[in-house]
């Protein structure tokens, strides 16, 4: 048993005032008001919250989601991994190990035959391939592969076919794989960057939509209350800025949690693999007056940062540090602090039906993190992590 006591509370949805919190088998069993310190851990003068939830990552090895976890990033929802086997494996020591964030993920993606992601997947050496979609009627049988294959949610590669140099999938075999998946039980989840790609990802009634146009507004008729997004505000300032990883580079409580080789390659100036857009018209204002737009619409907004790096190597967005840039981003683009942590803890756990996790209640999952100063006030406090529990384990190396 271990508790907590004598620090600022935010339950996932609202602040508690001062509470003891106390954990016994890896679950929350009392949350009792007080400031005084009278448990194994001083929280006096910190924050607790949930766990943190990134609604959008790409895993690449199971370096990533221990990064993830140095930060308080206690679930990572992976929105594309292959082959199978290697997001079977992830999704095994997930479920078993407490040094790593927590894992769900929609494994393969629906594109087109020979268009994106398709044509970024080497061939397995057993002879797996990326199968892609070439019409509606396809719809239901990939469906049926990632439901067998234990993908917790579908994601769809949306894009103009006037945007890419490769075959994209119909706005009608978008539709289909909406279809398919609502009738096997999954949500969908749609890359859609552009004005056009987010319309038509609408339309066709996917659930969540992924990233925020850079290349103008969003069209004035949709009803944005209606919506869910995933900005993933930091992956699209670094496709729009290639400094944009220079804030973390001043910022040494978002350096603490990085190997040394990747803190280095930063300062040498290795921006990732990512490129920059060149297109005309293309700002990263735009996703943010976009955003500023949502939140005020009354649409459900989710944390997520499209982090991709891989492991050992810098990227333009790295797992775990990348979190705490895009709560800041949400914050500076209208949303208070308090709708930026709900949006990073208890919206995504309902989204999502992660309904064991996302808020700090008797009966919840203790995925836990502990913070210096008030992030209700200043959000940027997220930063200065000073522990972390999965399943009621802290994480020994917390910062």
Known sequence: MTTISG??????????????????????????PGSEHDGDVDGRGMTLLPGLIDAHVHLRGAGNIGQDLRYGVTTVLDMFSAPPQFTAVLRGRAATRTDEADLRSSGLMAGAVDGWPAVIVPPDPSGWHMPGLSRPEDAEQFVVERAREGSDYIKVFV???????????SPETVTAVCTAARAHGLLTVAHAPTRWAFRAAVDAGVDVLTHLPLDGPLDD?????????CPTL?????????????????DPRLLAGLDR????????????????????????????????RLAEGGATILVGTDANDVPGHAAAVLHG????????????????????LRAATSVPADVFGLADRGRIAPGQRADLLLVAGDPLTDV?????????????????DAR
């Open 380 to 396: 940027t406090a997220t930063r200065d992590v000073r522990a972390v529990w999965r399943s009621g384990v802290r994480f020994s």
């Open 221 to 229: 008729d949709l009803d944005l209350a209606a919506l869910v997004v």
């Open 7 to 32: 620090a600022r509370v935010f339950d996932g949805t609202d602040v508690l005032g001062t509470a003891s919190v106390t954990v016994e088998d890896g679950v929350i069993t009392a949350v009792r």
């Open 234 to 250: 930091a992956m699209m300032r670094a496709r729009a800025d290639a400094r944009s990883t220079d804030e973390l580079l001043a």
């Open 159 to 169: 894009e103009n076919p006037a945007d890419v140099d490769r075959p994209v999938l």
């Open 321 to 340: 540090a990348s979190m705490h840039l895009e709560l800041d981003l949400l914050a500076r683009a209208g949303m208070s602090p308090r709708q930026v």
């Open 261 to 292: 080789e990747v803190a280095d390659a930063l300062r040498a100036g290795d921006r990732g693999h990512l490129p920059v857009s060149d297109r005309p018209g293309t700002s990263y204002d735009h996703a943010a007056e976009n955003l500023a």
